[in-house]
């Protein structure tokens, strides 16, 4: 049997610190579900089971040409302030 640890009086956590470590426990897991729940969310608009699915190699296509007008204009807009 294991001999216990004596923790002294300033190692010991109060109610309150029992409850603040309990809740901020909950609030990492519940941000995990949520994060989670948003990656799941973001893959179903590709899923072959959505009837609206997005085709990837379309939208990822989409995506690039955003991006690259964006870097056009960007870069207007710092020729414009030389």
């Known amino acids: 049997m294991k001999k216990k640890e004596k923790v002294s009086k300033s190692e010991k956590l109060t109610f309150d ?3 603040e470590n309990r809740d901020s426990e909950r609030n990492d897991l519940i941000n995990s579900i949520i994060h ?3 990656i799941i969310d973001d893959l179903w608009s590709y899923h072959p089971d959505n009837p609206q699915h997005l ?3 379309d939208y990822y296509n989409e995506m690039m ?3 690259e ?3 056009v204009e960007l870069e207007k807009m710092d020729l414009k302030e030389k």
Do not use: A, I, Q
């Open 17 to 19: 610190e029992v409850l």
């Open 36 to 38: 989670y729940t948003n």
């Open 55 to 57: 085709l990837f190699m």
């Open 65 to 67: 040409l955003k991006k």
């Open 69 to 71: 007008d964006l870097e």
